[in-house]
């Protein structure tokens, strides 16, 4: 009798470990952690006679580079980002693009295209040292992040890209109609309501054009429009805000840089990275994309894996386009520790 409770006992201790882990949850807890991160040195990089670039590092001054990139024109890298990024092991470094944050001078459009961001990125990464880099991009970050790597394939570590967009015409389209005219109707609606095509050839130029106005009034109200169907098309309304601790001026610049570089077919030819992506196929490349992402459909990112030989990827059950939810940080972490252990 006695014998037989010792094996039952041993049978459901066995069992428990398998099936009731009590290392599980603090498992998953560890792998979809944020990290506290503070900045050890915030700096000013001239890198034309008209603009002067914003810099920051955090974490380990000896670390592994990674490179974090905004996710919008105009729009500063939001904190959260670097909270992915364990301040013990990386070197994290984050800039304001021409025209952005902290760079100067502010709103500027002048010298300011897609080129000109990926100089930019070179002369920082030359300016601080650092021989290769992980390039950590979501949305238009993904985009400067492949477009780099194409021109400097020799400085990349490794690519973490999500909300894949990749400038083309069809992509650009998908911010202005499509899936947002579709879903939120009267967002749209509102910011169309006197475009008119004869004058304008994209709704991006309409709207481009209004906040260029002399009429300041203008310019706030298309400003305000324009903010209000970006948060519902990217899904920061519900998700995530990375706006709401930005003041008016600030609201201002974003949406006209916004439509400055979308008006502008984003300074590129149409599937010009598409083109030159077998240029990737050496550099490890996680691809994370939430499945109801409607301005960032998971079909360009699948797409974009099936080009490269040395992808993994990551469609994200549950999320849209930032990734804050649980699944979405999974998926970031997954990611991030495949192009590690793949990064020469």
């Known amino acids: 009798m006695r014998r037989t409770f010792f ?30 991160v503070s900045a050890y040195k ?25 490179i974090i990139l905004q996710t919008d024109p105009g729009l500063p890298v939001p904190d959260i ?20 944050g902290l760079s ?40 400067i992040a492949m477009l780099y790597a194409e021109k400097y394939p020799e400085n990349v570590s490794g690519l973490v890209l999500w909300s894949i967009f990749t400038g083309s015409e069809n992509d650009i389209n998908k911010i202005y109609a499509g899936p947002g005219e579709d879903f939120f109707p009267e967002e749209f609606s509102s910011i169309v309501d006197s475009f008119d095509n004869l004058h304008y050839k994209s709704i991006s130029e309409f709207i481009f054009n209004k906040l260029v106005q002399k009429n300041f009034s203008v310019r706030d109200r298309y400003t305000a429009k324009w903010i209000d169907y970006w948060l519902k098309i990217t899904g920061s309304d519900i998700d995530f805000n990375p706006l709401k601790n930005m ?35 050496n550099i490890p490349c996680a691809i994370i994309n939430g499945r109801y992402n409607i301005i960032a ?23 849209r386009h930032w990734p804050v939810t649980e699944a979405m940080k999974k998926a970031v972490s997954a990611g991030l520790e495949f192009v590690l252990s793949e990064a020469s």
Do not use: C
């Open 7 to 36: 094996i039952l006992l041993t049978m459901v201790f066995v069992l428990s470990f398998f099936f009731l882990d009590p290392l599980k949850d603090a498992k998953k807890k560890q792998a979809n952690k944020l990290y506290k």
């Open 42 to 66: 915030q700096k000013i990089l001239k890198v034309s006679d008209i603009h002067n670039i914003y810099y920051e590092l955090s974490g380990n001054p000896k670390g592994t580079a990674v």
């Open 81 to 100: 980002l670097k909270k992915f990024f364990n301040p013990r092991k990386f070197k994290i470094v984050i800039f304001d693009q021409r025209g952005t």
């Open 104 to 143: 100067t001078p502010p709103g500027e459009l002048a010298e300011n295209t897609t080129s000109d961001i990926v100089s930019d990125l070179e002369k920082i990464r030359k300016h601080l040292g650092i021989n290769k880099a992980v390039l950590f991009g979501g949305f238009w970050g993904s985009s």
């Open 247 to 281: 003041g008016k001026a600030d609201l201002y610049r974003f949406a006209l840089l916004e439509n400055y570089f979308f008006s502008n077919e984003v300074f590129l030819k149409d599937d010009q990275i598409v083109k030159n992506i077998d240029v990737l196929n």
């Open 297 to 319: 459909p998971p079909a360009g990112a699948v797409q974009l894996h099936n080009k490269l030989k040395n992808s993994r990827l990551f469609i994200v059950d549950d999320s």
